[in-house]
């Protein structure tokens, strides 16, 4: 398999360890994933205002809950947000 393929078997099975059988992060879910799995890009969620705010942009169907598809839209943005961290011309 390629690197990218390997990066995208990782996050569905980050997204699984902490979703389990369910498929579906609830808040404390999320907040555990984002403290223990993206702590180089994202800060450590502490307060339960930033928690509410992101789970809120997150859940885009309201159900309280953070399916795949809402997952890999955090994800998106965190790595857009960071890839100019990892081209050619930041390194120089």
């Keep these: ?3 990218l393929e390997n990066s995208m078997i990782s996050i569905i099975k ?3 360890k902490y979703s389990g ?3 579906k992060l ?3 879910e999320l907040k555990e994933l984002i403290n223990n799995e993206m702590t180089h890009f994202i800060l450590k969620i502490q307060e339960q205002e930033t928690l509410d705010q992101l789970f809120g942009d ?3 169907n ?3 809950e953070i399916d795949f598809k809402e997952f890999i839209a955090l994800v998106a943005m965190v790595t857009s947000a960071c890839q100019e961290l990892f081209t050619p011309a930041h390194h120089s």
């Design 62 to 64: 309201g159900d309280l």
């Design 14 to 16: 980050v997204f699984h």
């Design 21 to 23: 059988h369910k498929c």
């Design 58 to 60: 997150l859940d885009q």
């Design 26 to 28: 609830r808040k404390a």
């Design 1 to 3: 398999m390629s690197e």
